[in-house]
């Protein structure tokens, strides 16, 4: 089979590595890739949002099969575009897309279809928008109604600092086109946890729980990035909470994208916020996260394309996903001045022993055959181990392996995790406060 991949970063590294597992794959092509994914795809020139162009490279190459993972070019209709040359897929139309690409329709079909979340408030007009804020509980969440690279929520934590972030996003288009509608919301708080889910519309099969760590310095300060690390299964997300998301979550959500003339098929991501009163949603993506993907694939024991081509053919119900019990963890090394700026060419370096461990998120390949740093977050250093402690001391022990000047990553990956097992497994009466 020939296998095409839309996308260049860490998650696609991760998801053409779980591919190259079965042996009747003979070509996977990444378009564009990246540096380090070239050790293991052919990479093509060809970039994530250029659909025309990936369209012909499919149908001149006679792909068997696309995976379309990045956002972007979901939203805009990749698979719609590859399908319509009869091309089968893995991901969702750009119908079904919107779910992310727009989060104005997500809230408003949550509020319809009673899936939980957030109180809220969508506004296209600056000036209401800011009359809403006078009386508005502090802090309060602002968010761009379209896609902005992970960067267009805003925790205001005064009445200032909100009317800021709406001022940024609808008068100096901090965001673009994606500021031009707003969802102001309840401030929520709890325990973080993603799930990922396979669905085909008829089926919901959710993946290992897991964290990510968003926040660009220890102790969760600093600026919010694309995320600095993650762990797997997440400690809060028991098989309780589960079963309360799947009856109110995860099954309505996909109901409901069917009654609205919608079906998702491809991977559903869902941002859960454990509150005290129950799980909400925070946020849908229309795609494997990243980095949550760097410890969730690992844990996946099926065959990936196996589930796939299922989700495509909508028979996910016929197969047995099956995931690993160990845990998994990924420390993320990022380029100093991330997430606003910073340098880039520098070499990087990966020991072969490795380097099955090492997911490269933004690197290229210098006319001389050096590999460079190209990006913010430039690799994401993953092991699996029988448990959480040894899973992020791997992890770390990785990391101080890769190099390249300029690098910086957290100190602190998983130890919210580890403070609630020891919470979980403190005696009664003994838990921690």
């Known amino acids: 089979m020939k296998i095409l991949v839309v996308g260049g970063g860490g998650r ?13 794959i003979e070509t996977i092509w990444a378009l564009p890739g990246n540096g380090g994914i070239a050790a293991d795809a052919t990479c093509v020139p060809i970039a994530a949002t250029d659909i025309p162009a990936i369209v012909r490279f499919a149908v001149e190459n006679q792909a068997d099969y696309a995976v379309v993972t990045p956002d972007d070019p979901l939203v805009l209709g990749c698979v719609n575009a590859l399908e319509a040359e009869g091309i089968p897929c893995f991901g969702p139309r750009a119908e079904a897309a919107i779910i992310e690409g727009s989060k104005v329709f997500s809230k408003h079909l949550m509020q319809k279809y009673g899936i939980p979340t957030a109180c809220f408030a969508t506004f296209d007009n600056m000036d209401a928008a800011l009359s809403y804020l006078e009386d508005a509980p502090i802090p309060t969440v602002i968010k761009a109604d379209g896609l902005a690279l992970g960067k267009g929520v805003i925790i205001a934590f005064s009445r200032e600092e909100a009317m800021d972030a709406v001022r940024g996003m609808m008068a100096e288009k901090r965001f673009g086109a994606s500021g031009e ?3 102001i919301e309840e401030y929520l708080e709890g325990p973080e946890v993603s799930v990922l889910a396979f669905t085909d519309g008829n089926a919901m099969v959710p993946m290992v729980s897991s964290m ?3 926040r ?6 600093g600026l919010n990035t694309g995320g600095m690390g ?13 079963q ?20 998702f098929k491809g991977c559903l991501y869902f941002g859960l916020m454990l509150t005290a009163n129950g799980p909400k949603v925070i946020e849908y993506n229309c795609r494997f996260g990243d980095p949550e993907t760097q410890v969730v694939l690992p844990l996946l024991e099926t065959d990936l394309l196996t589930v796939m081509q299922a989700v495509t ?6 197969i047995d996903v099956r995931f690993s019990r160990r845990c998994a963890c990924c420390v993320i090394l990022a380029s100093e001045g991330y997430p606003v700026s910073y340098r880039k060419g520098f070499p990087l370096v990966i020991p072969e022993e490795i380097r099955g461990q090492v997911y490269v998120a933004g690197a290229a390949i210098r006319e001389d055959g050096c590999l460079v740093t190209s990006g913010g977050r430039v690799a994401g250093c993953t092991a699996v181990a029988d448990t959480l402690p040894e899973a992020i001391e791997q992890a770390y022990a990785i990391a101080d392996c890769v190099h390249f000047e300029n690098a910086f990553f957290r100190h602190d990956i998983g130890q919210r995790a580890l403070k609630a097992l020891q919470h979980n497994a403190a005696p009664s009466g003994e838990k921690e406060q």
């Open 12 to 24: 696609e590294h991760t998801v053409i590595r779980k591919l190259r597992e079965n042996p009747a």
């Open 181 to 183: 509608k707003i969802v």
């Open 212 to 214: 990510d760590h968003k």
């Open 216 to 221: 660009a310095g220890d102790n969760d300060t």
């Open 230 to 242: 993650t762990i797997a299964p997440n400690p809060y997300y028991t098989a309780e909470i589960a």
């Open 244 to 263: 309360k998301c799947m009856n109110e979550i995860f099954l309505p959500t996909m109901r409901a994208m069917n009654a609205e003339g919608r079906r």
């Open 313 to 318: 053919e909508e028979r996910l119900s016929e």
